[in-house]
């Protein structure tokens, strides 16, 4: 596609229960990131895939949180047994290919955890 | 670990030049300056980059002083529409391996009419 799309964009769920987030990148970018921003904070990276390279897990916040990415191509990112601190905006960024280095940012998923 | 520090906030007047100064004291001979921006419900969006070179699009200007510890983005004309979080980030052009981005809280910038 001519952007990066995710989904859904808005989730409300329940404490405790597992949520996925679908990052779909743009056709052919080989790195793709996973932000999460909460209420009126920066982006905090959680995880980064470039390629067939094993990912950079470095920034997820616990082992509650997960990412796989099938194909070189969509992501999905899972937080199982969510928690209200949880709630945030999980952002998705994919580049690559020739030329520089610019990062293309999906518009989002807002998770809710009550 | 940012890699670069920018002021929390800025305020500027509609049409004067609005001036994001970003300090990256240890940068690396091979790591360019991104700048994006963030509207508020939006993803970030992609500004403008550079090396070594002062750098214009239709968006802004960057300008990168000798040394490459620092720099400033330059919008010459601010709109209202130029509210918005800019983040100033450092990043090897082509990089193939395991690279955290890390964007820090960025400049909140406000242009009052």
């Known amino acids: 596609g001519a952007g990066v799309s995710q989904s859904p964009s808005n989730k409300v769920t329940e404490k405790g229960k597992d949520v996925e987030l679908r990052c779909d990148p743009i056709?052919?970018?080989?790195?793709l990131y996973w932000y999460r921003q909460s209420l009126g904070q920066g982006l905090e990276f959680l995880i980064y895939?470039?390629?067939?390279?094993?990912?950079?897990k470095s920034g997820l916040p616990s082992d509650r949180f997960s990412a796989e990415r099938t194909g070189g191509s969509v992501s999905t990112l899972t937080i199982q047994r969510t928690q209200q601190e949880d709630s945030a905006v999980y952002l998705c960024?994919?580049?690559?290919?020739?030329?520089?280095?610019?990062?293309?940012f999906g518009a989002g998923s807002r998770l809710t955890v009550l | 670990d940012a890699k670069t520090t920018q002021p929390t906030s800025m305020d500027c007047a509609e049409g004067r030049a609005a001036n994001l100064p970003c300090n990256h004291s240890?940068?690396?001979?091979?790591?360019?300056v991104y700048w994006y921006r963030q509207i508020h419900s939006q993803g970030p969006q992609y500004i403008i980059h550079?090396?070594?070179n002062n750098e214009t699009n239709e968006m802004a200007s960057l300008i990168i002083t000798e040394d490459r510890k620092s720099s400033t983005l330059i919008l010459p004309h601010a709109t209202l529409r130029d509210t918005a979080v800019y983040y100033c980030?450092?990043?090897?052009?082509?990089?193939?391996?395991?690279?955290?981005?890390?964007f820090g809280k960025g400049t909140s910038l406000l242009v009052t009419p």
């Open positions: 895939f470039q390629g067939n390279s094993a990912p950079d």
């Open positions: 550079g090396l070594k």
């Open positions: 240890t940068i690396s001979g091979n790591e360019y």
């Open positions: 960024a994919s580049m690559g290919g020739a030329g520089a280095n610019v990062l293309t």
């Open positions: 056709s052919g970018h080989t790195a």
């Open positions: 980030i450092v990043l090897q052009r082509n990089s193939n391996s395991g690279y955290a981005l890390n």
